[in-house]
C-alpha cells in the first residue's frame, strides 16, 4: 500500500510531489506560469504521450461514473504518473534548450500536478508537497 512504485496512492502522490520540487527548485511562480500565455509543445514522443494523457482525464471520469467503478480513475492517474515519470527522465525541464521549451515543459508538469491532485481529491486522499 506504501509502495514508492506500482498502483498505488503513494506513487502517484509521488509523482504530484515530484512536480512539486521542479517548481521549489527553479523558483518557478506557478500563477504567473499559468498567466504567461506561453503555448505547450509537444516535439519529444515523451512530451507527446504525457500531452495526450492529461487530455484523456474527462474520458476516465467519465468511465468511472458512468460503470460506478472507481479503479478507472486510479488506472488512469498511475498511466499519468507513468507518463510523467517517463517525461522527467527523457526531458530536462528546469535545463531545457530554450527559454520557451523551459515554459512549455513547466506547463506540462503544472497540469500533471493539477491532474493527479484533482483525481486523488476525487477519490478522498490528499496529495503532499515533499516526500
Known amino acids: 500500500m506504501l509502495a514508492m512504485n506500482g498502483n498505488t ?9 515530484r512536480v ?13 506560469l499559468r498567466t ?7 516535439d519529444s514522443p515523451a512530451e507527446r504521450a504525457l500531452g495526450l494523457e492529461i487530455i484523456r482525464f474527462a474520458e476516465a ?3 468511472a461514473v458512468l460503470d ?3 479503479n478507472q480513475l486510479t488506472a488512469y492517474l498511475f498511466e499519468l ?3 510523467f515519470s517517463t517525461f522527467f527522465e527523457q526531458c530536462p525541464v528546469l535545463k531545457a534548450q530554450s527559454a520557451r521549451l523551459r ?29
Not at 36 to 42: D, H, K, W
Not at 106 to 130: M, P, S, Y
Request: glycine fraction near 8%; hydrophobic fraction near 45%.
Open 103 to 131: 515554459q512549455s515543459r513547466l506547463l506540462l508538469c503544472d497540469l500533471t500536478a493539477r491532474t493527479i491532485r484533482q483525481g486523488l481529491g476525487l477519490l478522498g486522499i490528499d496529495v503532499v508537497e515533499k516526500m
Open 36 to 42: 504567461s500565455g506561453a503555448a505547450i509543445v509537444l
Open 68 to 70: 460506478y467503478r472507481p
Open 9 to 17: 496512492a503513494t506513487y502517484m502522490q509521488y509523482a504530484y510531489a
Open 61 to 63: 471520469l467519465d468511465l
Open 20 to 32: 512539486r520540487s521542479i517548481f521549489r527548485r527553479g523558483g518557478v511562480d506557478v500563477e504567473a
Open 81 to 83: 504518473a507513468n507518463r
